[in-house]
């Protein structure tokens, strides 16, 4: 028969492991937020590159003119 400290020990524990559950599932969910922010800058990114890339272009064509 379990004794009262086993009995606390395994509530504890209990509580312990749905504390950690809910902890892990916040931490999945910021970093799914985090991987999509990550896509979107990734994008952003591309889509300066070219900006830039076609500024200097035109900048460097009206220089040689």
Known sequence: MATTTDTRTVKALKTEVKDQKEQI???LKRMNTMADDIH???GELGRFKSDVASDVKYLTT???S
Do not use: E, F, G, P
Request: net charge positive.
């Open 40 to 42: 979107t800058l990734r």
């Open 25 to 27: 599932s916040r931490l």
């Open 62 to 64: 009206r220089v040689d």
